[in-house]
C-alpha cells in the first residue's frame, strides 16, 4: 500500500489527488480511458506531465460525456490510444529520450535581484543559459538573478518569437 495518509485513515475523495500523485510519479505512463469534464482522472493527468510522464488517452464519441475529457487532453497532445501497442511505443519513445542533464546544486544563500533589466539584455542572458535540453524556469530565475516576473515575461516573448519551446515540469528549451 502507498499513502501518504496515515494507517488506519478513511479515503475520502479529498484524499486521491494527493493519492494519484504518489501513483503517477511511480508510473512511467497514464492512461486515461473515460473521463467526464470534470474528472479526478484529468488531475492525473495534469500530475505525470508535471512530473514528465507519458500521457494516454483513450478516443470516445464526441456524444458521450463520459468521454469529453478524453477527447479533450488528445487535442492537448495525450497519445491517442487504442491498442496496447500504443502505449508500448509510446514507454518506448520515452526510454529513448536522452537524459536530462544534471542540475546543479541549489544554493541558499540569499541573492540580490538585478534592478529592472532592458528586454535585449535580459533576453541575451536568459538565452545564455538555454539549450537543446529542458532547462526548469525556477533555474533560470536563480541562475539570471532577475525577477521571476522579468523572467517569465521574456520566456512569453521568445516563445511567441518561436526561439523556445515549453515542457513538462515548468520547463524550457531553445528550439534549435
Not at 511511480?26 to 469534464?37: I, N
Not at 518561436?162 to 528550439?175: A, C, D, P, T
Request: hydrophobic share 40%; proline share 8%.
Amino acid at each position: 500500500m502507498v499513502s501518504d495518509q496515515a494507517i488506519g485513515t478513511q479515503p475520502t475523495a479529498r484524499h486521491f489527488p494527493a493519492h494519484n500523485r504518489i501513483i503517477s510519479g511511480l508510473s512511467a505512463g497514464v492512461l486515461v480511458v473515460e473521463a467526464a469534464l470534470k474528472s479526478g482522472s484529468v488531475i492525473t493527468a495534469r500530475l505525470a506531465l508535471e512530473q514528465g510522464r507519458e500521457v494516454f488517452a483513450g478516443p470516445g464519441s464526441p456524444r458521450d460525456p463520459s468521454c469529453g475529457r478524453t477527447n479533450d487532453l488528445i487535442r492537448q497532445g495525450a497519445a491517442l490510444t487504442e491498442t496496447a501497442e500504443d502505449i508500448l511505443e509510446g514507454l518506448e519513445r520515452q526510454m529513448l529520450r536522452p537524459p536530462p542533464a544534471p542540475r546543479r546544486p541549489i544554493s541558499f544563500e540569499p541573492v540580490e535581484l538585478k534592478p529592472e533589466i532592458d528586454p535585449v539584455s535580459g533576453r541575451d542572458e536568459i538565452v545564455k543559459f538555454l539549450g537543446a535540453s529542458p532547462t526548469g524556469v525556477d533555474e533560470l530565475v536563480r541562475e539570471c538573478h532577475m525577477s521571476a516576473a522579468s523572467v517569465k515575461s521574456i520566456l512569453l516573448e521568445l516563445e511567441l518569437s518561436g526561439r523556445i519551446e515549453r515542457n513538462s515540469g515548468n520547463r524550457v528549451s531553445l528550439i534549435l
